[in-house]
């Protein structure tokens, strides 16, 4: 998109990507199921985000200082 856009002007292009993040569906991956157990596995064991933190970049990617 950058690449794309970029060539109009002052175009930013930010993308937020979280693993498991401490939700109510972020949760089942540490459940004792079929779809807990194999997330488990394939991510191994790591902490999970928290809800505020990603609003927390949310936010500042929307304001002009992030740019800076």
Known sequence: MAATYGL??????NAIAPGA???KIGATI???SEIGFKALRDRGPSPMG????IAEIA???????SSL
């Not at 928290?50 to 933190?53: G, Y």
């Not at 936010?59 to 200082?65: G, H, K, N, T, V």
């Open 21 to 23: 993040v401490a939700t």
């Open 30 to 32: 540490t459940e004792p």
């Open 8 to 13: 109009y002007g002052n175009i930013r292009v």
């Open 50 to 53: 928290e809800p505020m933190e």
């Open 59 to 65: 936010l500042f990617l929307a304001f002009d200082a």
